[in-house]
């Protein structure tokens, strides 16, 4: 994965602006239910290699949570989301996002339908591809109608290696 200094919402922007004239192909073509496992299954994909490059790029070689924690900037660059800090630790880290930028670009973009695919699908499976073990749980989303998103994110103090 080739890195580049544009803010993460930007590279959804343009990725949304590619992906929305192949979904609504693939939507004329094969219906709504396929087109919309075959971007989830893309995303998911590309997420875990994200996760796996950025790990790769680490100098310290570290792929515990406080390293993975330290990655959060990037996505909330400018304002893109705003988030509640309710715990970190060494084997913890769980935020609420109060607002989300990416939500409000999707719906602009008329992407509301797969919003939940190109970006809230990829926040279990980027960690997975950063570090397998870290877990990942969210019981709701601003993009599926929340008024936040739940992140908790854990990783049990044995495997921090």
Not at 13 to 29: D, F, G, L, Q, V
Not at 114 to 139: A, V
């Amino acid at each position: 994965m080739a890195k580049t200094d544009l803010p993460i919402i930007e590279q959804r922007r343009i990725e949304a602006n590619i992906i929305k004239p192949i979904y609504e192909e693939m939507k004329s073509e094969l219906g709504k239910d396929v087109a919309k496992r075959v971007i989830g299954n893309a995303v998911v994909k590309a997420a875990i290699a994200a996760g796996e490059a950025y790990a790769a790029e680490r100098e310290d070689g570290q792929t515990d949570l406080k390293a993975f924690h330290s990655l959060l900037p990037q996505w909330t660059h400018g304002g893109a989301l705003e988030i509640k800090m309710v715990e970190e630790s060494d084997d913890a880290l769980a935020y609420d996002v109060v607002r989300c930028r990416y939500a409000e670009m999707y719906r602009e973009m008329g992407l509301a339908e797969i919003g939940h695919l190109l970006s809230c699908g990829r926040d279990g499976t980027f960690c997975k591809g950063f570090n397998p073990k870290i877990e990942f749980q969210r019981t709701q989303t601003i993009m599926q109608g929340a008024s936040h998103c739940d992140f908790r994110y854990t990783m049990p103090a044995e495997s921090a290696e």
